[in-house]
């Protein structure tokens, strides 16, 4: 497990590994499904692994049930489709929670908007940050993409006009919030693996 960067130690540290190559394939075909077997290989890797990955996980349970949600959401691997739907809805609930706590009083027309809102700047904020290093750009950055993008994606149609009065203060709102969460989630991890590579 390589220990680069917090926001792949929290991917790794879950991730488990399995047979691959061709003879995982083929159990696949055989039984339908993907097995994870104790074959083991005569090395020290798997040791190693479970060993650095028992670190970061310690410091993941400690967190806040939300922020936890919100790094799986955005760091740990995803093999189930409806456990990825589940943490994802978790995740939105957290964020949209959190901006509505720090925006002034709104209509309940406008709260249910600024439900797609706050999924759209996860989507974005995710799509940004994947990776490890934060390296990718804002690929719904003006406002006309993102709209778009809302309308086509999840139905929600927002005006254009007074965009800046009425939406700009939310999007960068729920990107804060986004920031502020994922700092709370890659602190303790950061922590632990300047810990393990001070030691080293």
Request: with cysteine; aromatic share 8%.
């Amino acid at each position: 497990m390589k220990i680069n960067s917090a926001r792949l130690a929290w991917h790794d540290c879950t991730y488990t590994e399995t047979r691959g190559g061709l003879s995982g394939l083929e159990q696949q075909c055989l039984l339908g499904t993907a097995v994870q077997t104790t074959d083991r290989g005569v090395t020290a890797n798997s040791a190693a692994h479970g060993t650095v990955a028992g670190w970061i996980q310690s410091a993941i349970a400690k967190l806040t049930p939300e922020v936890r949600v919100f790094g799986d959401f955005m760091y740990a691997p995803r093999p189930d489709r409806r456990r990825a739907d589940d943490i994802r809805e978790a995740a939105e609930e957290v964020v949209f929670n959190l901006v509505v706590a720090r925006s002034p009083r709104m209509t309940a027309a406008k709260r249910e908007k600024l439900e797609y809102v706050v999924k759209g700047v996860m989507r974005r904020y995710q799509y940004m940050h994947q990776g490890g290093q934060s390296a990718n750009a804002d690929p719904l950055a003006s406002p006309e993409k993102f709209r778009a993008w809302l309308y086509a994606e999840m139905g929600c149609r927002l005006e254009s006009c007074a965009w800046a009065r009425d939406w700009e203060p939310f999007v960068q709102r729920a990107f804060e919030c986004c920031e502020d969460l994922d700092r709370m989630a890659l602190s303790p991890v950061a922590a632990v693996i300047y810990e393990m590579k001070d030691a080293a």
